[in-house]
């Protein structure tokens, strides 16, 4: 799961494409300056910083934003093809929706080995006491 590229606060992400010191990588955008410059966290000096200051600023590219969580509520998800009581089905309940700012529900769920996350290949959701 990598929330920081499907999820970010002001649904923009920065692209950088490398230098010989550092590979391409993708920065959350955290903010707008006065200029309306997107603004990234730098984590080497701790501050905040306009993306022209990098040599290998490429673009941004939009991303998904989270505008509110509502509970679960009991609903279980699964892949389509598995059928609720199939012992090789992965039905996972769902602990949590995150809305979207294009409308878009997304299932966060709890897994057989404890672990919280989003269910990428859920495509099947069941109500609760079903």
């Known amino acids: 799961m990598q929330f920081s590229r499907d999820f970010t606060p ?9 230098t010989d010191t550092q590979i391409g990588r993708t920065r959350t955008v955290d903010g707008w300056d006065p200029a309306g410059v997107a603004l990234i966290v730098d984590p080497e ?3 905040r910083r306009p993306v ?4 290998d600023f ?8 989270v ?4 509970p679960g509520g009991g609903w279980s998800a699964c892949q389509r093809g598995h059928r609720q009581g ?5 039905i ?9 700012s294009g409308g878009d529900l997304e299932p966060v769920t709890l897994d057989a080995e404890g672990q919280i996350g989003l269910f990428d290949d ?9």
């Open 122 to 130: 859920a495509d099947r959701f069941f109500p609760p006491n079903l």
């Open 10 to 18: 002001t649904g923009w992400v920065a692209i950088f494409t490398g």
């Open 58 to 65: 490429s673009h941004l590219e939009k991303a998904r934003q």
């Open 92 to 100: 996972e309940p769902v602990v949590a929706w995150l809305v979207t």
């Open 52 to 55: 022209t200051d990098y040599a």
């Open 45 to 47: 000096r701790g501050m």
């Open 67 to 70: 505008v509110t969580a509502l």
């Open 86 to 90: 199939d012992p090789d089905s992965t």
